[in-house]
């Protein structure tokens, strides 16, 4: 059972499908001052540059509305784009529409409560419109705020009813199609499910074989299922079309660790060096170092748990053994954080294995951002770990916030 990493492996995840990163920054709520009174509250409001003349009707202000929010979301600008669209919702509340562009607008500016309840709203008008469902799986799946394992499941099934949908459709739109493939893809690899994720990838590359978003997804679930030369393929190909993308060049360099090529250093470095805001370099310390921070978290256990863990081996690799990846089926992807090795909810039978415990200082390396970070995740994942030692499984760890 493992500790698994953050997700590190979507090209372009950190933005919503078909709109550039958001810019804009949320306005402070003010604080409380002397007698309980807030301060007064005039939040700055970037104005809608449709042009609106006083002699229309509501409906031509709506579709004026609507088409100016689309212009500023394809631009970028999604302060304007949430007037626009926040506007057109007044006058047409019903409009599916502008909810659904209330939500990419507000999204985008990294005001998820407010896009969620925008997105939510889009679907009580019409739960079944394909572009709508492709928005709100997009946002549960890739927002940029935490995404655990409900948004996931979310995102797919949003992503699935809209795929549904859209081949049920007379005419059919082969890009929505291929973007919903890719959705299902992406949030099934994170799951767990790569082997499933490679069913909808074949599917998305069948309507839109030049998707470098595509074979991106399409080399994360190979490189998941440890078939690292057909991931590093994958990748290959994928970087003949968007030779810029920062999590291809990583996804290829840490499939490339896996072949034992040099070439692999490289690909790290020019990742980090293509996104530097969002991709660090590996927070390596020595084998002694980490040991040490194992020691201090065992000190700190109860006696009874300590007496527990000395009973077993507590491990340290750089990188997961391939037996170990291949223990369940399908594998353990290869960027787990460490992995319980013995019998989860029973007593050891006199021919089982020795237990033991391995965290793995590569992977913890690269799932942090700093030195003080890593000493939390090591902390956290050998936790985790003991959890399973102690009879618990996956879900009861979540119960618990132990992820």
Known sequence: MPEKAADFKHA??????????ATATLPSKGSMVEGGVKPHRED???????????????????????????????????????????RAADLSPSSVEANHLRGAALA????????????????????????????VADFYINGKGERGRDSLRLGLELAQRGSRRALARRRRNAPLAADLAVLEAQALNDLGRSDEALERIDAAL?????????????????????????????FQKALGIQPEDAYTHQMLGLTLEQL????????????????????????????????????????????ERRD???????????????????????????????LYRGPVGRAPAPDDEPSSIVLYRKNLARAVKTRTELTEQIRDT????????????EDDLRRRGME
């Open 206 to 234: 069948r309507i839109a074989p030049g998707r470098g978003d595509a074979l991106h997804e399409k080399g994360v679930a190979l490189f998941d299922l440890s078939r690292f030369a057909d991931a590093k393929a994958a």
């Open 260 to 303: 034992a090529d040099p070439a692999a250093t490289s690909e790290l470095e020019r990742a980090v060096k293509l996104a530097p805001g969002e991709l660090t370099p590996a927070v390596l310390i020595s084998t002694a170092e980490f040991q040490k921070e194992i020691d201090i978290v065992i000190a700190a256990l109860t006696q």
């Open 12 to 21: 372009g995840s950190a933005q919503p499908i078909g709109a550039a990163a």
């Open 44 to 86: 700055p409001v970037i104005d809608c540059p449709a042009k609106l003349t006083d002699n229309s009707d509501d409906d031509a202000k709506v579709t004026a509305l609507l088409d100016e929010a689309n212009k500023q979301i394809e631009a970028g600008t999604f302060a304007a784009a949430w007037t626009c669209a926040d």
């Open 108 to 135: 985008a500016l990294g005001r998820d409560s407010e896009a969620a309840t925008a997105y939510a709203l889009a679907l009580a008008l019409d739960p079944d419109d394909p572009e709508t469902l492709r928005a």
């Open 308 to 338: 527990h863990v000395k009973q077993i081996k507590v491990e340290i690799e750089d990188l997961p053994l391939a037996d170990d990846l291949k223990a369940v089926n399908p594998p353990f992807p290869p960027t787990i954080l460490g």
């Open 382 to 393: 050998l936790l985790h770990e003991i959890g399973h030692l102690e009879g618990l499984d």
